[in-house]
């Protein structure tokens, strides 16, 4: 039997759009990825939704382009700084995990979503739980309100969809009150989402930055809202902010030094 039999031609065909994309050094529209692999729009169009679905391609939906996801990278090690991140992380993740046993995650930036490339889960029958590679939206999440809040406007906007939709009936849809909310987020120094992405649960958020003071990921813990009251938020919170900042200042970043040198 020859090598060939054993190819799944539908498998084949759709790494070689993912090959196609990460190779192009550019976000590619469905036409470019149609003309450089050789496929019908509709049946090209069918492999990018569902490399989409499942996180190795992600969709901005302003330009209606296709690029690499984070999921990809995630299982690929596709960014030196992004596996350094998590590697970094872990660490400080199991001690929040250990001090609250609570469901710990990290999440970094993919255009307009954040993605959960790592997560320690609580031990407890009630807990909050996410697939590695789901994504959400950056402003209806601690995660990523954490990450827009650490932006100027001009950048932060950017991060944003035309329309903020809701997710709950706590989602801020609002550019003004989204941008009161990453100003008490940038004073306070963490993030809240009180039920804003899902009903019933609570996540509390710090941002990761680089050597330069770019974001490059956060920190959250999240739990059920009926297990969080005020003091508890604080102690998390404080917890939080450490964790996020060991975890920058071992990528070299010092408030006031953009270009201090990594530390480790």
């Known amino acids: 039997m020859a090598d060939s039999d054993y190819i799944v031609k539908p498998v084949y065909k759709a790494l070689q759009v993912l090959r196609c994309i990460g190779e192009s050094g ?9 003309q450089l692999v050789g496929l019908p729009k509709s049946t090209a169009f069918k492999y ?8 190795f391609v992600a969709h901005d939906p302003e330009t209606d ?12 090690k596709l960014s030196s700084t992004q596996s350094r991140v998590r590697d970094l992380a872990l660490p400080e993740m199991r001690k929040l995990a250990r001090a609250f046993d609570e469901t710990v995650n ?9 993605v959960y490339v790592e997560m320690i889960e609580s031990s407890r029958a009630l807990r909050m739980q996410a697939r590695l590679g789901a994504r959400d939206p950056m402003y209806s999440t601690a995660l990523g309100k954490a990450m ?23 989602t801020i849809t609002s ?21 804003e992405n899902e009903p019933g649960v609570s996540c509390i958020a710090a941002p ?20 969080l ?36």
Request: glycine fraction near 10%; charged fraction near 30%; charge should be positive.
């Open 229 to 264: 009251d005020d003091a508890l938020i604080a102690r998390i919170a404080a917890a939080v902010v450490d964790a996020a900042g060991a975890c920058s200042r071992s990528l070299g970043y010092s408030p006031g030094t953009p270009d201090s040198e990594p530390a480790v």
């Open 106 to 114: 990290l999440g970094l930036p993919d255009g307009q979503a954040v």
């Open 48 to 55: 990018l939704r569902t490399l989409r679905e499942t996180g």
């Open 26 to 34: 550019r976000d590619l529209s469905l036409a470019d990825v149609c």
């Open 148 to 170: 827009l809040a650490s932006l100027p406007e001009t950048e932060w906007r950017g991060w944003l969809p035309k329309r903020l939709r809701p997710r709950t009936d706590r």
């Open 208 to 227: 990761i930055r680089g050597r330069h003071g770019e974001v490059l990921a956060a920190i959250s813990v999240s739990a059920p809202d009926t297990r």
């Open 175 to 195: 550019l003004t009150a989204l941008r009161r909310e990453l100003a008490e987020v940038r004073e306070r120094g963490y993030a809240i989402e009180r039920g």
């Open 65 to 76: 382009t296709y690029r690499v996801g984070l999921l990809f990278w995630n299982l690929g």
